[in-house]
């Protein structure tokens, strides 16, 4: 069955340009997201230089044709977590957010005075929940996999004390804050926490992070690698009952690498996975046919949720598109065929029910 739904966009994306465009270039991601079935995405500033500047935004803006790009800018200049950007100038520039995805801000001086001058601005902060300090080196999640090859472990703790820090910034400066990628219950328990307290806390749950576990990881297969790492089978459980709940909405964190970064195990490999081109057929297998989720509901966690995120010229752009799956499209996902440069995925060969037209 056809169904014209409200334009998707994702907000978390990785198209690699510049620095790294053998993983991906603006051309490919926009033909991935294309197939992907998105109206709409933005892109994250971990390029090479980081987009911290208004000639990168301009680089990266796409306002025209099929998908529309609408590059985010980093909190801190070059990413590294030490003096704020200038947050005022890339806002007029066109940054749809500030994050330093990828990196976490540790210096909760820094993430204050940025998160000050965003919320006079009445823009979001997107945080990469993952506290270096406590996840040490860490590679995966505590599981059978972990053990039998002796890899150091990631703790829940690493995103829930990041998570922790930065609700407590956000009710200081009353800035409108946005945690990436949640992967642990106690993450979301706090994000839960924050939105009964009425403060302007949202986040996300990437497909990978719903459909699969740690526990599940049978190899040493750093398809299945990622930041934060995939969580046990009460995370996802958690994460999909968040998601129902309508506190979280979806985003891919749709992350290239070329092969040679990610065939070196766990141990060694870059952290991420490509996700634009199936997450449409993943959250609908997961969340609607698995969990009983409304069709509605799914689809204003692609579209009406991550749209109140950007500013409203870009909400406006994004509101004018649409975006229609076929539900009764039963296919394997054929890795071989992405439009992306890369194929670090794990759901070669898995099938799903629900695909973009």
């Not at 051309?27 to 971990?46: D, E, I, K």
């Not at 270096?132 to 090859?149: E, N």
Request: negative net charge; proline residues 5%.
């Amino acid at each position: 069955m056809r169904l014209d739904l409200p334009g998707f966009i994702d907000v978390h994306v990785h198209f690699r340009d510049p620095g790294m465009t053998d993983a991906e270039n603006m051309s490919s991601g926009v033909a991935a997201a294309r197939r992907g079935g998105f109206a709409a995405v933005v892109t994250m500033p971990n390029t090479k230089p980081a987009c911290d500047s208004p000639e990168l935004i301009s680089h990266q803006r796409r306002l025209d044709g099929d998908v529309l790009v609408f590059p985010s800018a980093a909190i801190t200049r070059g990413r590294l977590g030490r003096e704020v950007s200038d947050i005022e100038l890339l806002a007029e520039s066109g940054a749809a957010f500030f994050t330093d995805d990828g990196s976490y801000v540790s210096d909760a001086h820094v993430m204050e005075d940025a998160m000050r001058r965003v919320a006079k601005l009445g823009m979001v902060v997107c945080e990469h929940a993952m506290a270096p300090s406590i996840q040490a080196g860490g590679v995966i999640r505590d599981c059978a996999l972990a053990c039998r090859l002796n890899l150091p472990v990631i703790r829940p703790e690493t995103e829930i004390e990041a998570i922790r820090r930065d609700v407590s910034i956000c009710r200081e400066t009353g800035c409108r804050l946005h945690i990436q990628h949640i992967s642990t219950a106690g993450g979301v328990e706090l994000v839960r926490e924050a939105q009964r307290e009425g403060l302007p806390v949202t986040a996300e749950a990437t497909p990978h992070h719903l459909l699969l576990s740690c526990d599940e990881i049978e190899a040493d297969d750093a398809n299945f690698k990622m930041a934060p790492p995939l969580g046990n089978g009460e995370d996802r459980a958690e994460l999909r009952r968040a998601v129902k709940d309508g506190v979280l909405m979806f985003a891919t964190d749709h992350a290239p690498h070329p092969a040679a970064t990610k065939s070196l195990g766990f141990a060694k490999s870059a952290n991420g996975i490509v996700g634009l081109e199936c997450a449409v057929a993943i959250t609908y297998s997961v969340m609607v046919e698995g969990e009983g989720m409304s069709v509605d509901a799914w689809a204003k966690a692609w579209s009406d949720k991550p749209r109140a995120l950007l500013p409203q010229s870009m909400a406006d752009l994004a509101a004018r598109r649409t975006t229609s799956v076929d539900t009764d499209a039963l296919r394997s996902v054929d890795v071989g065929s992405f439009a992306s440069l890369s194929r670090n995925c794990p759901y070669g060969g898995m099938q799903f029910r629900c695909w973009p037209m």
